[in-house]
């Protein structure tokens, strides 16, 4: 039994005072009166502390994106079990700074993820729940490719570095078909440049409507859905005509594009953190000059579109591409959410309660409800006044289990 000052209702936006969360096995068994609860070894005191549900991340990179600005060096320097290892560390990390579930939304070294995914939920290492691209559906030379290889050098690329590449409608459903089949959870598709990928242009589409549609199409047969990186306008509006379930990024929307989200309940993920982190840390990490040139081009546009976004109704999840800076700063996003249009409350609601929607997986996470899994974090304060309380997380619980108990010791029975 946990027994905390307050409780976040995600559901309806809510505080709760006075109450205790029951938890079984790794269920919510029910919320009661906390002068209900017995004292005893099975009572956890949380006070002066908020609980909340677990927080994920729609849009993270557990496995290959690491923050050395290298680009692809990495990808020919470190071996696939290199990556499964460093996406183990990564995963630790993650979980203890609160984050109980991730969308992992590519890798270059296809179905690292995967394995990742399998051994967390195997018990064998800790981490969060996952949910897999496996790898990117991206059309050659795309944002999703390994690009500006010599001629002879671009023959030779190992196939699972460069799986999703795909171009036309046939060779999309294919590999799309293949990514699932081989375990991934959902179909991430590069439908514009990318700011990391040199010699793309974020602005400009990289898929044709068509090809876009044969990837939603494929998905919706096995059940799953699509995230679409997109940038630009135009590649927005097709990725949001095809029937994509989520924009990932959305830096350079204009009006048109963002009255189809909002019509079409499209969900907007967009990890405004980061920017800031490259063009800090850029000069240091030695990014390439293309790099920081498409940065500066996509950071206060992404922030002003966010804005209108909110404005406008369109549904906001919550994801920040961890990876690109160091893992486990992900809540850092939150207070973008709060600059950039949202209220705290808002702001957790779309990294708990939205997020499970986005993932399907609203039975099973997002809110401090019966039934649901027991993934709970509490942090001192009141996060809905302040979110930058989420930053540091002292009090981790997932699937019943606490995995973390940082608390200051006068706080412990
Ligand atoms: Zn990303």
Redesign the pocket.
């Known amino acids: 039994m946990l027994v905390p000052e307050r409780v976040i209702d995600t559901r309806r936006g809510e505080v709760l005072r006075d109450r205790a969360v029951v938890v079984e096995g790794d269920r919510i068994a029910g919320l009661i009166g906390a002068a209900d609860v017995p004292e005893g070894p099975r009572r956890i005191d949380l006070a002066g502390l908020t609980l909340l549900p677990g927080l994920s991340d729609a849009?993270?990179?557990l496995v290959g994106?690491e923050d050395d600005g290298q680009g692809y060096a990495g990808l020919v320097t470190r071996s696939g079990a290199q990556e499964a290892l460093a996406g183990v560390r990564n995963a630790r990390t993650t979980l203890a700074a609160g984050f109980t579930t991730v969308r992992d939304?590519?890798t270059f070294r296809a179905f690292v993820d995967v394995a990742l995914r399998d051994a967390i939920e195997a018990g064998w290492v800790e981490g969060p729940r996952m949910l897999c691209a496996g790898a990117y559906v991206t059309c050659p030379g795309g944002g999703g490719d390994i690009t500006g290889l010599a001629p002879d050098v671009d023959a030779v690329v190992p196939r699972e570095l460069r799986f999703g590449v795909a171009s036309g409608v046939d060779q999309v459903r294919a590999t799309v078909r293949q990514i699932l089949r081989y375990g991934a959870d959902f179909i991430k598709v590069i439908a514009t440049g990318a700011v990391?990928t040199s010699g793309t242009n974020p602005g400009l589409p990289e898929f044709t409507e068509a090809e876009l549609r044969a990837a939603v199409e494929e998905c919706e047969l096995a059940g799953t859905f699509v995230a679409a990186?997109a940038h630009g306008a135009e590649g927005i509006k097709r990725a949001v005509r095809a029937g994509v379930r989520s924009i990932?990024?959305g830096s350079l929307m204009d009006d048109e594009a963002i009255e189809l989200m909002a019509e079409r309940g499209t969900y907007l993920v967009a990890?405004m953190f980061d920017g800031d982190w490259i063009l800090e840390q850029g000069p240091r990490l030695g990014y390439a000059d293309e790099v920081i040139r498409k940065t500066v081009l996509t950071n206060d546009a992404q922030r002003e579109g966010f804005r209108r976004c909110v404005k406008a109704g369109v549904r906001i999840a919550f994801g920040t591409?961890a990876?690109?800076y160091p893992h486990g700063m992900n809540a850092r996003n939150l207070a973008y959410h709060v600059r950039y249009g949202q209220t705290p409350m808002e702001a957790i609601r779309a990294a708990t309660f939205v997020n499970a929607e986005l993932f399907g997986w609203s039975d099973r996470i997002g809110a401090v409800e019966t039934g649901l899994l027991a993934d709970l974090i509490a942090v001192p304060g009141d996060p809905s006044e302040d979110v930058t309380l989420l930053e540091d997380v002292p009090f981790v619980m997932k699937g019943g289990v606490v995995v973390k108990d940082e608390r200051p010791k006068e706080d412990r029975p």
Do not use: F, T
């Open positions: 849009h993270a990179h994106l939304i590519g990391l990186h990932e990024h990890d591409d990876g690109v």
